[in-house]
Antibody
Framework: EVQLVQSGAEVKKPGESLKISCKGS????????IGWVRQMPGKGLEWMGIIYPADSDTRYSPSFQGQVTISVDKSISTAYLQWNSLKASDTAMYYC????????????WGQGTLVTVSS | QSALTQPRSVSGSPGQSVTISCPGT?????????VSWYQQHPGKAPRLIIY???ERPSGVPDRFSGSKYGDTASLTISGLQAEDEADYYCYSYAGDYPYVFGTGTKVTVL
């Protein structure tokens, strides 16, 4: 069974750093892209970026380039989303999802990680 | 563009059909069939309901159907049921972005 399990909710202060994770199981982890999606409170889905675990090829949305870092450790089937200096506006639910190579389709999703940034 | 523009909301009575449009899905070239749709209930992760314009994953009821004409993709829910009340998002290739979601449509079952 394909599963993506994300790390737990986080409460941070502005200026702090954070790294959240997304662990895959039940499939060949290296053969599918892993994407990250932001959903701010009461708002829609925003595509942040995507990484290919086999070679760490990474693409970012221009809206998120330079604001976050996406990385992967394929040896433990885990992708990461990282901030160096959080802002209150980073408060959101973050989802990881698996995307096939052949077509832009997120077929499996993680449960989401809620990040709250507040002083 | 940072998002594909969907209607903010659509509604229908049980048993009726509703259609959600997603224009701009061919504006950046790429595979014409690079469109998928997602359903999201409150407090839940999104769920894939349509891929490659009109394909349904196993387990998705056949009252959900997708189509595309020219630049605009559409999702139709036929025989609307109470559990279909949710938010729906399209997703497509978008050139330099390189992928983008639609702005989302709230479906209300009256």
């Amino acid at each position: 069974e394909v599963q993506l399990v994300q790390s737990g909710a986080e409460v941070k202060k502005p200026g702090e750093s954070l790294k959240i994770s997304c662990k895959g199981s039940g499939y060949n982890y290296a053969a599918y892209w892993i994407g990250w999606v932001r959903q701010m409170p009461g708002k829609g889905l925003e595509w942040m970026g995507i990484i290919y675990p086999a070679d760490s090829d990474t693409r970012y949305s221009p809206s998120f380039q330079g604001q976050v870092t996406i990385s992967v450790d394929k040896s433990i089937s885990t992708a990461y989303l990282q901030w160096n200096s959080l802002k209150a506006s980073d408060t959101a639910m973050y989802y990881c999802a698996r995307q096939s190579v052949q077509t832009p389709t997120f077929d499996y999703w993680g449960q989401g990680t809620l990040v709250t940034v507040s002083s | 563009q940072s998002a594909l523009t969907q209607p903010r909301s659509v509604s229908g009575s049980p048993g009726q059909s509703v259609t959600i449009s997603c224009p701009g899905t061919s504006s950046y070239g790429g595979d014409y069939n690079s469109v998928s749709w997602y359903q999201q209930h409150p407090g839940k992760a999104p769920r894939l309901i349509i891929y490659r314009v009109s394909e349904r994953p196993s387990g998705v009821p056949d009252r959900f159907s997708g189509s595309k004409y020219g630049d605009t993709a559409s999702l139709t829910i036929s025989g609307l049921q109470a559990e279909d009340e949710a938010d729906y998002y399209c997703y497509s290739y978008a050139g330099d972005y390189p992928y983008v979601f639609g702005t989302g449509t709230k479906v209300t079952v009256l």
